[in-house]
């Protein structure tokens, strides 16, 4: 529900679809592309990245105190605060989008780039499985760590479940699982963010490509190497 009762802006476009009904929403939008502003000028005058990071810590917190202290920092946030928060998020939401989108390609290159560049060295399978063993081990401890804390602060406890039936998962054995980890689609790998799928592929794709090159090395090499 939406409160109307101060809003300046009324019907489903601008409570739905541009997500503004209040002044305030417009007046916080505008403080927030001021700090932009202040961060672009920054950038302009070379200041160090660091110190821009800082800067951009304040006027972050500096925002966010000044929106909660400007209603008297409430329980339960209002339509404008809603609404604020909804437009505050496009840029992080944003960001983090293309980080994702990077993250998938660059990893696939890098990879593959590493092993071509260990074309013709006799230690190429040891350090393309000792990189998926580590990465596997790494999974694995943060895994344990997460339960560990997990239990240790007792996440979850008091917190009421949802009713109802509920199939028993199923458990599946090592093999199962070893097997699982080699991506059957690399499309779907990569829409899914299978990140050790990935990595999988592409250590056996850079592998298949060098010995390649040793027995073709004047079709698969030109095409390799810069």
């Known amino acids: 529900m939406h409160d109307t009762s101060h ?11 541009l997500s503004i009904t209040h002044y305030q929403t417009l ?13 672009k000028q920054l950038q302009n005058k070379k200041i160090d990245f660091s110190k821009r990071m800082l800067v951009s810590l304040v006027l ?16 339960q946030a209002n339509t404008w605060m ?6 505050y998020g496009l840029a992080g939401r944003a960001f983090i989008a293309f980080i994702r989108m990077l993250v998938i390609p660059l ?10 560049d260990f074309s013709g060295k006799e230690d190429l399978p040891k ?6 063993f580590w990465l596997l081990f790494t999974t694995a401890i943060a895994c344990v760590l997460g339960i560990v804390l ?19 998962k199923q458990y599946t054995n090592l093999v199962d699982t070893i097997v699982r980890l080699i991506p059957s689609n690399i499309v779907v ?5 299978n990140i050790v799928g990935l990595v999988i592929f592409s250590a056996l794709l850079g592998i298949a490509a060098t010995r390649m090159e040793k027995k073709n090395p004047e079709v698969i090499g030109a095409r390799l190497k810069p």
């Open 189 to 193: 790998a990569m829409h899914g963010e």
């Open 107 to 116: 990893i696939f290159v890098s990879i593959v780039k590493v092993i071509l």
């Open 27 to 39: 007046i916080a939008i505008a403080l927030l592309l001021a700090s932009f502003w202040v961060l």
């Open 82 to 87: 809603q609404e604020t928060a909804t437009w």
């Open 127 to 132: 350090i393309a499985f000792r990189g998926i």
């Open 150 to 168: 997990a239990n240790a602060f007792g996440l979850g406890y008091g917190v009421s479940a949802a009713t109802g039936t509920a199939e028993i």
């Open 60 to 75: 972050g917190s500096g925002l966010g105190l000044l929106v909660q202290a400007s209603v008297g920092f409430p329980m």
């Open 7 to 17: 809003a300046i802006f009324h019907g489903v476009f601008f409570e739905n679809f």
